[in-house]
């Protein structure tokens, strides 16, 4: 069985670590937990609007 990303999914790999790597460092994600919200919603935003908080879901 071969276990190893296809293009498309290395994309999306690369990219969702970039972003987080850039925009949501540990020590952001460990901010925020100690906040009302417990995350950065403008982080989700994003997330958002890159359609990442859709990507388990078929079209």
Known sequence: MD?????????????????????YSFEKRLAFSETDAGFSVDFWKQLSELGLTAVPFPE
């Open 3 to 23: 276990f190893r990303l296809n293009e498309e999914q290395q994309m999306l790999q690369d990219t969702v670590a970039r972003l987080v790597r850039g925009e």
